[in-house]
């Protein structure tokens, strides 16, 4: 088989990745709708362009007995590492936005100002025997004091 055989073959996961990327940056995009974090956006383009990026640089090897005849073993470790280690850099950032964005997604939003009054549903509430109802939309200040039995005239 050809260099350019075994090149193709080894670029099928890279071409999985690529359409997973490629589902995540559409489902993240229309997320963003629904509240989405923009980072996972990000780390799905981040993701592509490394995926593209490996896959491109799969394919300049395969000439590399074109361009490599006048270098030395080490030149081509060089080379190989100065391409290798930004490419897995980049896609272990991706992974982790991805990471980042999933833990803020399952985290209610901050809200600023007080919390909520996590009272009953039917608020104003009702009061309780023998102290006057809560006038709605009017504050109660002060202890509440039950009302005294009233009384009735000797008959």
């Given at each position: 088989?050809?260099?350019?055989?075994?090149?193709?073959?080894?670029?099928?996961?890279?071409?999985?990745?690529?359409?997973?990327?490629?589902?995540?940056?559409?489902?993240?995009?229309?997320?963003?709708?629904?509240?989405?974090?923009?980072?996972?956006?990000?780390?799905?383009?981040?993701?592509?362009?490394?995926?593209?990026?490996?896959?491109?640089?799969?394919?300049?090897?395969?000439?590399?007995?074109?361009?490599?005849?006048?270098?030395?073993?080490d030149?081509?470790?060089?080379?190989?590492?100065?391409?290798?280690?930004?490419?897995?850099?980049?896609?272990?950032?991706?992974?982790?936005?991805?990471?980042?964005?999933?833990?803020?997604?399952?985290?209610?939003?901050?809200?600023?100002?007080?919390?909520?009054?996590?009272?009953?549903?039917?608020?104003?509430?009702?009061?309780?025997?023998?102290?006057?109802?809560?006038?709605?939309?009017?504050?109660?200040?002060?202890?509440?004091?039950?009302?005294?039995?009233?009384?009735?005239p000797?008959s």
């Amino acid at each position: 088989m050809s260099q350019l055989g075994f090149a193709s073959i080894e670029t099928i996961p890279r071409l999985l990745q690529l359409v997973v990327g490629l589902l995540g940056l559409i489902f993240s995009i229309k997320g963003r709708s629904r509240g989405v974090s923009g980072l996972m956006v990000g780390a799905f383009v981040v993701m592509l362009v490394t995926t593209v990026a490996g896959m491109v640089w799969q394919f300049v090897l395969v000439n590399l007995s074109s361009w490599g005849d006048d270098l030395t073993a080490d030149e081509i470790r060089w080379i190989f590492m100065g391409v290798g280690i930004p490419l897995d850099i980049a896609s272990v950032l991706s992974w982790l936005l991805v990471a980042i964005a999933v833990l803020k997604a399952g985290r209610p939003p901050r809200q600023s100002g007080p919390a909520p009054y996590p009272g009953p549903v039917n608020y104003p509430p009702v009061a309780q025997p023998g102290f006057p109802n809560p006038q709605p939309g009017y504050p109660q200040t002060g202890p509440q004091q039950p009302n005294p039995p009233t009384q009735q005239p000797p008959s």
